[in-house]
């Protein structure tokens, strides 16, 4: 059962951003990757997967930025309002 549903979610990934109610309103770039490895059950490589998000037109910068640890602080998104189709 529990298979069936993650294939289905996947399936539905592919068309939607059906990661959406997992998400807070404002969320960083590793939080969201997180989520998708969970829905997808693989490892996604960080840059490549950054690259395509920032790419698809679905995110937009919040611009707002929190500090998780030493270091530079994260850039915190959030996904765009209307979202006809997410490009490919």
């Given amino acids: 059962v529990?298979?069936?549903?993650?294939?289905a979610l996947r399936t539905q990934l592919e068309a939607t951003?059906?990661?959406?109610p997992?998400?807070?309103e404002t969320f960083t770039l590793p939080a969201?990757?997180?989520r998708?490895?969970?829905l997808y059950g693989v490892r996604l490589h960080p840059g490549n997967t950054r690259r395509r998000l920032?790419?698809?037109?679905?995110?937009?910068?919040?611009?707002l930025q929190?500090?998780?640890r030493a270091g530079r602080p994260a850039a915190l998104?959030?996904?765009r309002e209307r979202i006809d189709s997410v490009p490919r």
């Fill in 32 to 34: 969201l990757i997180q």
């Fill in 66 to 68: 929190i500090r998780q």
């Fill in 77 to 79: 998104w959030r996904l």
């Fill in 17 to 20: 951003p059906v990661v959406a």
């Fill in 36 to 38: 998708l490895e969970a």
């Fill in 54 to 63: 920032e790419a698809s037109g679905v995110l937009e910068p919040a611009g």
């Fill in 2 to 7: 529990l298979e069936r549903a993650l294939t």
């Fill in 22 to 24: 997992l998400l807070s």
